[in-house]
């Protein structure tokens, strides 16, 4: 069969597009209409496309035809970027310039996994300086692990998957991607790009159907040598759990803190929180949940920031001149409209929104929070910003460090000695200065500390995770 008939799509298995009886219906987050509908994999198409994927590793494959064809679907890629961009905006419900934005990144994730196969090197390790071996030379090189299983989220659909595919094809191995079942349809789209670009066959598989079944398919399959997955903690747990000694990577969650200094840019700190709040309905891992501000500033930063909210227009993801969509499902609206009543309950203060139309959260702004409150202590997951102030560095250090997570933080400030101290004293992965804990671009590495994960993303670092070093040492 065709990858698809309309906007129906089968498995992509060993390079042939694979209908099955059952399927998945795929539905617009904002009209609720249907608008695709995807195969559903069982234990046998498990059991071939990872046949498929560890058969494509016994054909060549060199760097340079990786890069070729990575680069192609780039190029593919942006030629196709509304078509992804409609795609991506009805299946998740994020705004069209969010969407656009998404599928820009993208193709530069696969132009830079693209270069990065070109590089994959090891290094002269000196041997000879260890006494009785000064007559032996040695050096490194990365091989591939084999077949990656690449397990991903709703929330940035194509991105994100790029992020496991662009590295795992670079650095020469095979894949089988499972992509969350109420977004799968782009990552459907861009497996038709890679057959366009002449990706060797079974080098990449897509499953599709529930996570819940057949995300325990693929992590009981002993043929798969390495999992990447981006997700919530409890998935990534059990994740965890099922794989034994197999290598792992888990990009999850975090419930990100951004400090205001009282010598910032409290102006642009404000538009920048008031954005970074609210991207996408707050449904993305460094999305600014938690922001201590200095005390000297509290009250201007406040008042800033609800004007900046008050502007955000809420409609049709479609509509250039919206700025938020709804969230993936009533159902997180509801639990996200629970969480903010609760905090209510318990002393905190709604500056503006606090109310839900359905799937739609409207942004909210909270004061007179508490570090225990769910909606400061777990992670939110939707539109909604708690803003407390502070009057030491080491008392906001040590709230910032309160927290389960460690993926990334924010940190608006001119005085360099707080920055660096901030730098050595923060756990997380990153720490961004001057802009909130909402930044990131695509070749950095990326990736967090205590219950965010482990194992870093950006092309380059994840193709670190995705090979094995050997060494080779002679004795001449
Ligand atoms: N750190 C990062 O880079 C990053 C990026 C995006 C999202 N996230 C996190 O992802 C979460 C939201 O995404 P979500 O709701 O799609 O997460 P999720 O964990 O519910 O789903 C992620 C993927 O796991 C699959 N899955 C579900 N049950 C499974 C199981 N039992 N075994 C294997 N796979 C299973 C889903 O089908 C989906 O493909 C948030 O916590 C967010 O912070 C993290
Ligand atoms: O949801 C988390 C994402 O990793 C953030 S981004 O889209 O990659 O910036």
């Known amino acids: 069969m065709n990858s698809v008939t309309e906007t129906r799509f089968g498995l992509y298995v060993g390079g042939e597009w694979t209908a099955t009886d059952e399927t998945e219906k795929v539905y617009n987050k904002y009209t609720q209409s249907l608008v695709g509908e995807t195969a559903v994999a069982s234990e046998e198409h498990v059991i071939r496309a990872v046949g498929a994927g560890k058969e494509a590793l016994r054909v060549p494959f060199s760097p340079y035809e990786r890069y070729e064809v990575l680069s192609k679907v780039a190029k593919l890629l942006r ?63 990365r091989y591939p692990v084999g077949v990656v299983a690449a397990i991903t989220p709703f929330n940035v659909p194509l991105n994100l998957v ?61 043929e798969i040598d390495m999992y990447t997955f981006t997700g919530s903690p409890r998935v990534g747990q059990l994740i965890r759990e099922q794989v034994g000694l197999r290598k792992v990577a888990l990009e999850l969650g975090n419930n990100s803190a951004t400090i205001v200094h009282n010598d910032a840019d409290v102006e642009e700190a404000a538009k920048q ?35 900046y909210t008050k502007e955000i227009k809420l409609g049709d993801p479609r509509d250039p001149s919206t700025n938020m969509g709804p969230m993936i499902a009533e159902s997180e609206a509801e639990r996200v409209e629970a969480w903010v009543k609760e905090a209510v309950e318990q002393g905190a203060t709604v500056e503006t929104g606090g109310k839900r139309e359905g799937v739609f959260y409207h942004p909210t702004v909270l004061t007179n929070v508490h570090d225990d409150m ?48 901030a730098m050595e004293e923060i756990e997380v992965g990153g720490l961004i200065v001057n802009d909130t804990s909402g930044y990131r671009v695509d070749h950095m590495p990326y990736g967090g500390v205590k219950k965010s994960g482990h194992g870093k993303e950006g092309p380059r670092y994840a193709i670190e995770e995705m090979t094995e070093e050997k060494i080779v040492v002679f004795n001449l």
């Open 273 to 307: 929180v008031a954005q970074k709040s609210f991207n996408n309905a707050g449904q993305v891992c460094i999305s600014v949940q938690r922001v201590y501000v200095h005390r000297d500033v509290y009250s201007s930063f406040v008042d800033k920031v609800k004007a």
């Open 79 to 141: 030629e196709r970027n509304e078509e992804f961009a409609t795609t991506i905006a009805d299946e998740v419900g994020k705004p069209i310039a969010e969407a656009r934005g998404e599928v820009g990144r993208a193709a530069l994730t696969l132009e830079i996994s693209a270069e990065e196969a070109k590089r994959i090197h090891g290094e002269g390790i000196p041997v000879e300086s260890a006494p009785g071996s000064e007559n032996r030379h040695s050096f490194t090189k």
């Open 162 to 222: 790029c992020h496991k595919i662009g590295p795992a094809i670079a650095a020469g191995n095979s894949v089988v991607l499972k992509p969350d079942e109420k977004t799968p349809l782009c990552a459907l789209l861009l497996t038709e790009l890679f057959e366009q670009a002449g990706l060797p066959k079974g080098r990449l598989n897509v499953l599709t159907g529930k996570g819940d079944v057949v995300g325990p398919l693929l992590t009981a399959n002993e």
């Open 374 to 421: 769910k909606v400061c202590r777990q992670e939110v997951f939707g539109p909604v910003v708690a803003i407390a102030p502070y009057e030491t560095e080491e008392e906001v250090i040590a709230k910032v460090n309160d927290s389960e997570y460690g993926l990334q933080a924010g940190l608006f400030t001119n005085n360099l000695a707080f920055a660096m101290k």
